[in-house]
Every structure is written in C-alpha cells, then in structure tokens.
C-alpha cells in the first residue's frame, strides 16, 4: 500500500514572457528559439514570491482533494531555493495554509517532484504518514545571467503541488544521483568572512548543452524502461508519458526510441518553458483540468536535472 494521487493543483506569475520579448535583451529571434527548444512563452515572476505561487498551487490542490491543512501529516516542497534559506519555504507554506505537521524542502534539482514522491512512499508505506501535500515550486529566472542567450531563454517561474493519500497508485519508482558540478552548476554568493579563503562562485546557471542533452536522453530512455518493466506494463497501457520539460526535442527523441505515439506524449514546454521541479506537477494539473487524464489512467513520468539526479515512475491515477 502507498499512495494515490487524490487532488492537483497549480500557479503560474501573472507575466507572460514572449520570445520577442526575450530578443529585446539579447541577441536571439522567436524562430532560433523555437527551433532549439519549443518554447514560445514563459512565466516570470515580478511581484510574486515563490511562497505565493507555493500556496496559491497548495490551496488549488487541496481544494480538489475536498481536504485542508490542518489534515496533513506531511508537506514536502521541492525546490533549488526558497525565498529565504531559512526558513524553509515548506515551513511557510505550512503557516499560509494553516497546517500543524512536518515540513521539510528537498533539492535535487529537476528530479525533485520524483524524489519528493519517493520520499512521500516511504512515508506511506511505514506507516508514518497517510495525507501528503508534495509541491514543486521554482523562481529559475532569478538565477539567470540574461545576457546568456544560451540559457536565459529557457526558463520560467511556477508552482505545482499533489496531494497523496494511501492507495495503491504508485507501481514503480526510481531515483539517481551522480555527483557532477561541471554539466549544470549554479552558483551561491556568501556573506564574507575574515577567516574564508575560499573564492567567490558564478551565481548564474551554466549548463553544457551538448553534454546535458545526451545525459537526459540517455537517463530517461534507461529509467522509463526500467520503472515499465518492474511495473509490468507496456508502451500501449499507457495514457500518457509526462517528462521533465527541458526541451522538446529530448521529449521528442525519448517518446520515438520508446515507441510512443504523438497523442501519448505530454507537453506544455512552448508556454511554460523549463521550471525545473515544478514542471510536471504544473503539466500534471493542466492534463487532469483538460480532462485529458481521469481515474484508472496508467501515466509515466521522467525527470533529470543537477546533481547529477534522475528520477522516473509508473504511476495509476
């Protein structure tokens, strides 16, 4: 017995960030952007704090579950940085929404909301917890260098969040990790110290595209066939593949070399761009409100991110 995904929710910046918009700050056109990446639009925070878009996503979820905060036995938010590092950005959201339990943030980059749903199954099946609220919520835009044309045109702001509750809807589930700062790396800024040696880090995120690219097709392909395999389906049982959305091409070229077809692939990268943890809880909720996933569907989902980490799982909703 583990969990069943009972309610999702989502929240996205009020700003839309178009890619003639991007142009205006650096040296890149819509069809350069489109051709490489899929993304047309993205959300950028402006006003908003990330502990905003974390309740708004937290309440829309609950709402859908028909239960409140104070019925959770655990909250788990996913996230490279809160708006503060302490305290955490689960710790506040716990107050936002008038929870009494635990709270506790995760970081493992993109693979976070997998690792969170790993983590929220041990919960489960020890019988430690029984109603979890896990929320992937991401600010990548404050950590871009926007005169990088190679990166900054590829991210975006957002919230998503699931409720789970014992049941029997997660059949497998996998997560890595691979220590590499090299591939994909931001850096931090400390406050200085008489006594530190050490020197002062790049802040904005760098990435080594080519490298990236043939890690995340090469983890996906590998995790999403070990995960179906252990849960005893197959390419036609499943509704839907949800993966990380980094880049449509490496959804793309997974979906080919798995054999699925174009209605099975989930997507909503060209709106969203890359919100790291946050993009399959968002993509999740937009699925389940379009009534394009109900119960008893058998959905996939991929991720792979910094760390190096991978995360992949089967799951029936």
């Known amino acids: 017995m583990s969990f069943q995904i009972v309610g999702t929710g989502r929240a996205n910046p009020a700003l839309v960030l178009t890619n003639e918009m991007v142009s205006k700050l650096v040296d890149t056109n ?14 950028v925070s402006t006003d908003e704090t990330l502990l905003d878009l974390s309740v708004e996503a937290a309440n829309n979820a609950l709402n859908k579950a028909g239960i409140e905060g104070k019925d959770l036995d655990l909250i788990i938010c996913s ?82 969040a699931v409720v789970l509750k014992k049941g029997n809807g997660l059949k497998s589930i996998k997560i890595t990790a691979k220590g590499d700062d090299k591939l994909l790396v931001i850096g931090n800024v400390f406050c200085s110290s008489p006594f530190s040696n050490q020197p002062q880090t790049d802040p904005h995120f760098r990435m080594n595209g080519g490298e990236v690219f043939k890690f995340a097709v090469g983890s996906a392909l590998r995790d999403v066939k070990e995960v179906m395999k252990k849960a005893g389906v197959t ?60 119960s008893g569907d058998i959905i996939v989902l991929t991720a792979f991110g910094g760390g190096l980490t991978t995360g992949a799982c089967v799951i029936e909703l």
């Open 30 to 43: 819509d069809e350069w952007i489109v051709t490489r990446t899929g993304i047309n639009t993205r959300y």
């Open 79 to 160: 996230t490279l940085e809160g708006d503060y590092i302490t305290p955490s950005l689960s710790c506040l959201v716990q107050r936002e929404i008038g929870a009494v339990c635990p709270a506790v943030d995760i970081n493992a980059a993109c693979s976070g909301f997998i690792y969170g749903l790993d983590m929220a199954d041990a919960y489960i099946t020890s019988d430690k917890a029984e109603t979890i609220l896990l929320i992937g919520a991401e600010m990548m835009t404050r950590h871009l260098d926007w005169k990088d044309r190679s990166t900054c045109v590829l991210f975006g702001d957002g919230a998503g």
């Open 235 to 294: 390419v036609s049982d499943v509704k839907m593949l949800i993966p990380h959305q980094a880049n449509l091409r490496v959804s793309q070229f997974v979906k080919e070399k798995m054999g699925f077809s174009d209605e099975q692939l989930a997507s909503a990268i060209d709106h969203y761009g890359n919100t790291s943890s946050a993009s399959i809880p968002l993509l999740l909720d937009e699925l389940v409100e379009e009534g394009k996933l109900s």
